[in-house]
């Protein structure tokens, strides 16, 4: 069990730090023994900050840095906190992880790990997890990893130099989104709880992300949640200001132009 978050936005936007702040220790209930953030600008190398110790130690120990990243503009915010059911509890673990060409936060396990090694030419290490082995399987082509992949997968991969990010879920529990229409703020996250408590406390409105684009008339309260089903994925061309949703089973796993998914 690990907690999944993420702050989107096709534009540069600087997102609020007690938002920010008040999801990471939210999160602690879904991991503790590791705590991780990525911060993604468009054309630019994200930053990474991650420590094997829980959100409420993180922040405290990363006050600085936090503030420094939460002053400034980014497209994405990426949020981790790990429950170890595979590896050891080593910084290699922590997420989000990166593998030399992406970024991957996971959420699950991977029931077939020296499968998938094998396929892609990943050295196995007992020490690691299998969020790490996906990881590496992922460099060269995510999407054909996450889908060779069994167990329970929900995921985001982010890929700087194309400055794509891919949400994929191979489980019914999937990920859960809202979209802030007001400042154009797409939040996933794979617990309900987690965006709940989000909106809940801060009382944005939203509107649908694929549906009406209209604002809700009721208020806050009244909220389109959409989730991301079993085998279906969202694709987010930064470059571009597009996204796009597709089933990647019924699509070939390749409705995206990342060279990832050649």
Partial sequence: MCGIT?????????FEARNVKSLLEKMQQYGDASTGITAYRLNEKPLLIKDIINSTKFMKKYDKQLNEILAQEWNALILHTRQP??????????????????ILAHNGSVNNVEEICKTFK??????????????????RYPLKAFSKSTGTIRAL?????TNELLIMSNSTSGIDMIYD???????????????????????????????????????WNE???????????IWIDFSNKALAKFDYRSDGGYACNTTGCD
């Fill in 85 to 102: 059911t595979q590896g050891k509890v080593i910084i290699e673990n922590a997420q989000p992880i990166e593998n030399g060409k992406g």
């Fill in 223 to 233: 909220v389109l949640k959409e989730e991301l089903k079993s085998d279906e994925i």
């Fill in 181 to 219: 229409k007001s400042r154009k703020l797409f939040i996933c996250s794979n617990y309900k709880a987690i965006l709940e408590a989000y909106y809940k406390r801060f009382r944005y409105y939203f509107g649908g992300i694929f549906e009406d684009e209209s604002p809700i008339a009721n208020g």
């Fill in 6 to 14: 993420a702050l989107i936005s096709l534009e540069p936007t600087k």
């Fill in 157 to 161: 991969y982010l890929e700087p130099k």
């Fill in 122 to 139: 990943v050295k196995e290490n007992e020490k690691y997890s299998d969020s790490w082995h996906l990881a590496q399987c992922m460099e």
